[in-house]
């Protein structure tokens, strides 16, 4: 059973409206979250990381967590075509990086 | 730009040959770690090593055996490859376990 879920599995917005990614943890030992984004034919790279309850934005890209829920979202607005990606979220357990899960992903598509 | 290096790019070979992956990273990171991304794009820890000690994902097969000459360099090894071992293997490091790893841009392997 994946302990971390994704959602939706995949997402149409089109070009400069808002794009929101879910991302639930079952494992209730999750501290915190990392999202990563994965362009086609490359490899995952960290976008943004939350380890506390609230919202933290950066630029386009806004992230919250919900620490009771162990729920993430993280919202792009005025999405360009260049933000079209697998979007994953990794939670972490305290003791490290060797503890990170991986959900499935979102697959995001911006129409231009 | 990526400092994390990995050859070979892609790899195709045969049931039961045994293959090695190359791992180098330029950052000084003290953690190192061998993740797999299969054909659905889950992405799953299968290694980790820090400071001569490593820790091993349960869940992956005795035929995997990661190889470190130094803290730069983790290389991985399949003993007698089967077709399940086809997907794309990603190295990574990080400053401390608890930092988000930063991905090199994969091997790919294709077992026939």
């Known amino acids: 059973q994946q302990k971390v879920q994704q959602s939706p599995e995949s997402l149409i917005v089109p070009e400069g409206g808002m794009a929101s990614l879910n991302c639930t943890s079952s494992?209730?030992?999750?501290?915190y979250f990392w999202w990563y984004r994965q362009h086609s034919g490359k490899s995952p790279k960290m976008l943004m990381s939350i380890f506390s309850n609230g919202e933290k934005e950066e630029g386009r890209f806004t992230v919250h967590l919900n620490k009771a829920s162990l729920h993430t979202s993280l919202h792009i607005r005025d999405s360009q075509p260049s933000d079209s990606a697998l979007y994953l979220c990794a939670g972490g357990r305290a003791g490290g990086a060797d503890r990170l899960t991986f959900g499935k992903g979102t697959q995001l598509i911006i129409q231009p | 730009e990526t400092a994390v290096f990995q050859t070979p790019n892609y790899h195709v070979t045969q049931v039961g040959n045994e293959v090695s992956f190359n791992c180098k990273q330029t950052?000084?990171?003290?953690?190192m770690y061998w993740y797999k991304q299969d054909s659905k794009k889950l992405l799953k820890i299968m290694f980790s090593?820090?400071?001569?000690?490593?820790?091993v994902n349960e869940t992956v097969p005795r035929r995997f055996s990661p190889q470190s000459s130094d803290k730069a360099h983790l290389n991985l090894r399949i003993k007698s490859v089967e077709p399940e071992d086809s997907a794309v293997y990603l190295c990574?490091?990080?400053?401390?376990?608890?930092?988000?790893?930063?991905f090199g841009e994969g091997t790919r392997l294709s077992v026939l």
């Open positions: 950052l000084g990171h003290d953690t």
């Open positions: 494992d209730r030992n999750v501290d």
């Open positions: 990574a490091s990080s400053r401390a376990n608890n930092q988000a790893p930063l």
């Open positions: 090593y820090n400071n001569k000690q490593l820790i």
